[in-house]
């Protein structure tokens, strides 16, 4: 099958579209479901494999890509969820079901949790395998989601909502800081917190994503490379400060982070793509009483309702653009010089 697969790791001159061997169809397991890629999604998951992820080895060529949607190919014996043509998106994170985690029903603390793409054959190829659990049926929208649309749900819906709402559990009312809007988390985080009832601080250092954001519900935008986001969201806030910080920035925003939060506030965090080893004051911290919250992904429950919300016509993608399966490595430095405001996608198949 054709796949664009990464040759060792070190960056973008690794990627190629390559033929390697596909996954069996009459050798899957019973509830394994062997679905037909038609999209897929890029996330910035994918730009830390390609540089290498310190403890994480591949077998190589490793297929890249975490999110996708397809049809339905073939399913194992006793797979009840789906069957062959079904159209379906993919969450790509990978439970074993079975330990205290998981039957805590905390599918994102499993002991072997892994990721498409990162620890596993990824969903940039014309076929993957996943378990049952991991697919879900793609609802009927009007107008019916796109195959880009169905394939950049699932992993920035999924990590958004745990964070906003069963970590954060922003209220009605509430002040929320997000930065970076640009980027796939920040921006579905956006439009869940509008969903609680928040009022919604953004940032970007490009002020035509921050006209867009405003354009989808944001209430205060704030360019954080021509100001000091801190300071404007304290002179915003009659100097309160916001309730929830919505972070994945890390090195570059974390204290900021925390000097715009409010008495008794709480960070979330569920990234650190400008550096995992950040400052924290221990006296801000618990002199303000302060809450930070690590979060990754989601369980099964929470990507059940992100799918029925998805059905009630909420929480549609924002997709930035769609790139033919040749150039996906266009798609990828498109998302390196963070340039988009969505997601980048991928065609796979026709
Ligand atoms: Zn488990």
């Given at each position: 099958m054709r796949a664009c697969v990464l040759r060792s790791t070190g960056g973008f001159?690794?990627?190629?579209?390559?033929?390697?061997?596909?996954?069996?169809?009459?050798?899957?397991?019973?509830?394994?479901?062997?679905?037909?890629?038609?999209?897929?999604a890029l996330n910035h998951l994918d730009l830390f494999v390609i540089r290498g992820v310190p403890g994480v080895s591949h077998e190589f060529p490793h297929i890249l890509g975490a999110d996708g949607a397809g049809v339905v190919a073939a399913v194992g014996a006793e797979v009840r969820r789906v069957q062959p043509g079904n159209r379906v998106m993919i969450n790509p994170g990978i439970s074993d079901y079975?330990?205290?985690?998981?039957r805590a029903g905390e599918h994102s603390l499993c002991v072997t949790y892994r990721l498409l793409?990162?620890?596993?054959?990824?969903?940039?190829?014309?076929?993957?395998?996943?378990p049952e659990q991991n697919v879900a049926p793609i609802p009927s929208l009007d107008p019916p989601l796109s195959w880009g649309e169905a394939a950049a749900f699932s992993l920035v819906t999924l990590t958004a909502w745990r964070m906003v709402v069963t970590r954060a559990q922003v209220r009605p009312g509430e002040t929320v800081l997000i930065w970076g809007i640009g980027g796939g988390v920040s921006l579905t985080a956006l439009g869940i917190a509008k969903l609680r009832g928040a009022r919604v601080f953004v940032t970007s250092s490009s002020d035509a994503k921050l006209a867009h954001a405003r354009e989808l519900g944001a209430d205060v935008t704030l360019n954080h490379r021509t100001q000091e986001v801190?300071?404007?969201?304290?002179?915003?806030?009659?100097?309160?400060g916001v309730d929830v910080v919505v972070e994945n920035v890390g090195e570059a925003t974390w204290e900021d982070s925390l000097r715009a939060l409010a008495k008794g506030g709480r960070l979330v965090?569920?990234?650190?793509?400008?550096?995992?080893?950040?400052?924290?004051?221990?006296?801000?911290?618990?002199?303000?009483?302060y809450t930070i919250m690590g979060s990754t992904m989601g369980n099964a429950a929470e990507y059940e309702e992100i799918v029925r919300q998805l059905g009630a016509g909420k929480l549609r993608p924002v997709v930035d653009r769609v790139y033919p399966f040749d150039e996906a490595r266009a798609a990828f430095e498109r998302l390196e010089k963070a340039e988009q405001l969505g997601k980048v996608v991928v065609t796979v198949s026709e």
């Open positions: 001159d690794q990627i190629t579209i390559a033929d390697v061997p596909g996954p069996a169809a009459d050798r899957l397991g019973p509830r394994e479901v062997l679905v037909g890629i038609r999209a897929a079975s330990c205290e985690y998981c793409g990162e620890h596993l054959p990824g969903t940039m190829a014309e076929y993957v395998v996943v801190w300071k404007e969201v304290r002179a915003l806030t009659n100097k309160r965090t569920c990234g650190a793509t400008t550096g995992p080893r950040v400052v924290t004051d221990v006296r801000r911290l618990f002199w303000n009483q």
